[in-house]
């Protein structure tokens, strides 16, 4: 299994532009999320999807927009590049079990908004 | 408001030596998990504690729950600069929390040989 894959691993935009960042899983997992991690932040939640066609709002939602047409796949987009919304952007999947929810990341896109 | 706090943010510390790292919040959480990062990588799970506590050992490496599910602490024995990373707290809370965990801020951890 190659887990969790994320395309670009890197990206440098200008203000304004749109793009899009690839997320796919292949371990069945019901749920998805992107989060985005700055420094002295953690990790804040962005979106995120409890199965195919259902998503939701997270922590930091604003300028970003997501859907879930399949279990494999949840892409993040950007619709107007702003230089607030450079950090590393980070997708995990999870299969939920009680309540334990852990989170399989892949390995990161770093964008830079110019 | 971060509802995770951890301490302390920065650790610099020599090969052998023991430290603690501590994960607090005023919440109560149906469980805690522990993650660790490297550079440029994606965080990967230690261990999930989910009983007011618990104690978990992973070879050098002690986990605990508080009793009463608000707090964490991670403990390192004779650590070793192959235990250099990010260390991250998350915590979830309630069946219907989904994907939504709250994570900690971070402890960077340096090793020295």
């Known amino acids: 299994n190659a887990g969790v894959t994320q395309t670009p691993k890197f990206q440098v935009l200008k203000t304004g532009q749109s793009m899009t960042l690839q997320c796919a899983q292949d371990?069945?997992?019901?749920?998805m999320s992107w989060y985005r991690q700055d420094p002295g932040m953690g990790l804040r939640l962005i979106h995120y999807?409890?199965?195919?066609?259902?998503?939701d709002q997270g922590e930091v939602p604003n300028g970003y927009n997501v859907s879930r047409s399949t279990t494999e796949d949840f892409p993040l987009r950007l619709l107007s590049a702003a230089p607030s919304q450079t950090s590393v952007y980070f997708c995990?999947?999870?299969?939920?079990?009680?309540?334990?929810?852990?989170?399989?990341f892949g390995p990161g896109t770093r964008l830079t908004v110019l | 408001t971060q509802l995770l706090e951890q301490s302390p943010q920065f650790l610099s510390i020599q090969e052998g030596e023991n430290l603690t790292v501590y994960c607090n919040s005023s919440?109560?959480?149906?469980?805690l998990q522990w993650y660790r990062q490297e550079p440029g990588e994606g965080p990967v799970l230690l261990v999930t504690?989910?009983?007011?506590?618990e104690v978990k050992k992973l070879k050098r490496l002690t986990f605990q729950f508080g009793d009463a599910r608000k707090d964490s602490s991670l403990h390192i024995t004779a650590a070793q600069p192959g235990d250099t990373g990010l260390y991250l707290c998350?915590?979830?809370?309630?069946?219907?929390?989904?994907?939504?965990?709250?994570f900690g801020e971070g402890t960077q951890l340096t090793v020295n040989p």
């Open positions: 504690v989910v009983t007011g506590g």
């Open positions: 999807s409890v199965g195919a066609g259902i998503t």
């Open positions: 371990m069945n997992h019901e749920y």
């Open positions: 919440s109560v959480f149906s469980s």
């Open positions: 995990a999947s999870s299969y939920y079990r009680n309540s334990y929810n852990e989170q399989f």
């Open positions: 998350a915590g979830a809370r309630g069946e219907t929390s989904g994907s939504r965990l709250t």
